[in-house]
């Protein structure tokens, strides 16, 4: 069965400052990983997926991760946060063989101060 | 395009209650999935349509709830009788075919129901 852990439920930074999200799998092989991003009283939109293609992949908004199969890892990383990014980010896998079945951690709340 | 849209946005109901939640996928997409999220939980996957078919129900909790999607277009979630462990966030998304690499699922706003 799929897993996925992410560190710390409330995260804050100060505007201008890196933001990481920690995201952790545990998969019997490297899944596809994606992030979801969920601003208020809106549905969940996809900021990046990993399929297997390149370990550095860019998403929308100037965040990108990195797929680190040593360790089991799909952190989040933006250089400079915005205010605008204030929402709550969910990482999540699916398996490689099919069925599209997403199973999601449990979530992380940014906040960004000025 | 018109984005997935879920109805209602809120529904607030007494245990005992029946509440039916609606959601249209985004036009052409075949692949229909629910989700629901209790508060301070993950979002946790409940099932998956094919057109009209149920191709995974596995994440369906117990035999209250009866999800349809009669025409393969949009699909409902019924909750009868709902208990107060049902209330959460339950959110719905569509997607064009599970087969392609990472397959983009695409949310709705979710409906947040409440069971007093």
């Not at chain 1, 400079?80 to 079945?101: I, L, Q, R, W």
């Amino acid at each position: 069965a799929q897993s996925v852990t992410q560190l710390g439920s409330h995260v804050s930074v100060s505007e201008g400052a890196l933001v990481l999200l920690r995201c952790n799998y545990s998969s019997s092989v490297p899944p596809y990983l994606f992030w979801y991003v969920q601003y208020p009283n809106q549905g969940l939109q996809l900021l990046l997926k990993y399929t297997s293609a390149a370990t550095l992949v860019k998403g929308i908004n100037g965040f990108e991760a990195e797929f680190k199969k040593s360790e089991t890892s799909f952190h989040l990383t933006k250089p400079s946060a915005h205010m605008s990014d204030a929402a709550e980010y969910f990482c999540a896998v699916s398996p490689t063989g099919g069925g599209n079945k997403l199973t999601f951690g449990t979530g992380t709340q940014l906040k960004v101060e000025l | 395009e018109a984005g997935v849209t879920q109805f209602p946005s809120h529904s607030v109901i007494e245990k005992g209650q029946t509440v039916t939640l609606r959601c249209d996928p985004i036009s052409g997409h075949d692949n229909l999935y629910w989700y629901r999220r209790v508060m301070g939980k993950e979002i946790k996957f409940l099932l998956h349509f094919v057109k009209e078919s149920k191709q995974d129900e596995s994440g369906m909790p117990n035999n209250r709830f009866l999800a349809e999607r009669t025409g393969g277009t949009y699909s409902t979630l019924k909750v009868q009788p709902a208990e107060l462990e049902d209330s959460g966030v339950y959110f719905c998304a569509s997607s064009q075919d599970p087969g392609l690499a990472g397959d983009t699922q695409y949310f709705g706003p979710g409906t947040r129901l409440t069971v007093l």
